[in-house]
């Protein structure tokens, strides 16, 4: 099956930092998500981007589906901004198999 | 849109006993996935459902869990009889086909003593 790694694992960083967040996958893919669970363990939608660029805020991410990579990046990081991100990806069955997450702290 | 709805968000039961989880996805979507996250193995796909039928149960850990979708609106996973690692959150998440974007419940948070 398709092996999903997101890079680093963990990430402190102090308010007002940027970040770039990496996932890696071992297959072609048709669809890939990006996630952020926060403190209180919900799974919010951050980006649907199985090719391209896309920017919400301060939030972007690229994903190069010819190289096997997505990219997300965290301009300005607010406190609020903590928790796990996560990276999914799956065929068109809709089988999305999730990376073991970044877990990101955000220090005032 | 409400949104996936799940319930309950906390069940606390004892080993032996039998749990049922419900999810009901969004209006509209044709395809539903059971999650369960731990801190051991993350997050996995424990079965999912296309047009209300069992597509792949394959991550679905043994046989005292199953997982019905009579109809379009509603779905349940059960453990019968649920043991103390069992304990888990539980995520139910639905998309509108295969490859498009998938939208997560709450999750029920599962304690299992």
């Known amino acids: 099956g398709i092996q999903v790694e997101q890079s680093p694992p963990d990430l402190i960083l102090q308010e007002g930092a940027n970040s770039t967040l990496r996932c890696n996958f071992s297959d072609s893919v048709n669809n890939l998500q990006w996630f952020h669970q926060n403190p209180w363990g919900q799974l919010i939608n951050l980006f649907y981007i199985p090719s391209g660029t896309k920017q919400n805020g301060r939030l972007s991410a690229t994903t190069v589906a010819t190289e096997r990579y997505s990219l997300l990046y965290i301009s300005s990081s607010q406190t609020t901004d903590s928790g796990v991100y996560f990276c999914?990806?799956?065929?068109?069955?809709?089988?999305?198999?999730f990376g073991q997450g970044t877990t990101l702290q955000v220090k005032p | 849109d409400a949104g996936v709805i799940q319930s309950p968000r906390h069940e606390v039961t004892e080993m032996g006993q039998e749990v049922t989880l419900r999810c009901k996805p969004i209006s509209g979507h044709n395809s539903l996935f059971w999650y369960r996250q731990t801190m051991m193995r993350g997050l996995e796909l424990l079965i999912y459902?296309?047009?209300?039928?069992?597509?792949?149960d394959s991550g679905m850990p043994e046989d005292r869990f199953s997982a019905k979708m009579p109809n379009a609106s509603f779905s349940t996973l059960k453990i019968q009889p649920s043991e103390p690692r069992d304990s888990a959150v539980y995520f139910c998440a639905s998309t509108i086909m295969g490859g498009t974007e998938a939208f997560f419940g709450q999750g029920t948070r599962l304690t299992v003593v």
């Open positions: 999914a990806v799956g065929s068109n069955t809709g089988k999305l198999i």
């Open positions: 459902f296309n047009n209300n039928v069992p597509i792949d």
